[in-house]
């Protein structure tokens, strides 16, 4: 696979990519995950475009950029990628009634797990009732928060 991703080979180097990303037969490392996987986005592979927005979103391999990862995740929806066409990404903690519209649409899709919704807030006194439900609801479901 190394020799194929390193003659150009886009599926091998977002295959190479994920392997960096888990650590699956290579160490981990995920700025190498994210050198392979931006080598293949740049020849258009949805797949890698997506993963990319993805380590920009959360700061893997690279600095945490949101303009970068809105960027990656529009390049791979343009191409009918389904994930990237199902991430809501809410700047501002919302209104507990705004989450859960966010969350029927990205259910309603039928690619959950695939759709994401990126909720970026800054807590300036304290929890509020929202974010305490859903750091409750991850400890009880098994959800990632990041």
Not at 24 to 29: A, F, K, N
Not at 97 to 104: A, D, I
Not at 115 to 144: A, C, H, N, R, Y
Request: hydrophobic residues 40%; proline residues 4%.
């Amino acid at each position: 696979m190394r020799a194929k991703a390193e003659q150009g080979d886009a599926d091998a180097q977002y295959n190479l990519g994920l392997r960096y990303g888990t650590g699956e037969g290579v160490p981990q490392d995920h700025a190498e995950a994210v050198r392979w996987l931006r080598l293949a986005a740049d020849q258009g592979y949805a797949e890698a475009q997506n993963n990319l927005g993805f380590m920009y979103a959360t700061g893997r391999g690279v600095p945490q950029n949101d303009a970068e990862a809105v960027r990656w995740y529009g390049l791979a929806a343009d191409q009918g990628h389904a994930s990237a066409q199902h991430v809501i990404w809410l700047d501002e903690e919302p209104p507990a009634e705004v989450h859960t519209e966010c969350v029927l649409r990205i259910t309603a899709t039928g690619e959950f797990p695939g759709g994401i919704i990126m909720l970026t807030f800054t807590p300036v006194e304290g929890w509020t009732q929202l974010v305490s439900e859903l750091i409750e609801k991850s400890d009880k479901d098994g959800v990632e928060l990041r």
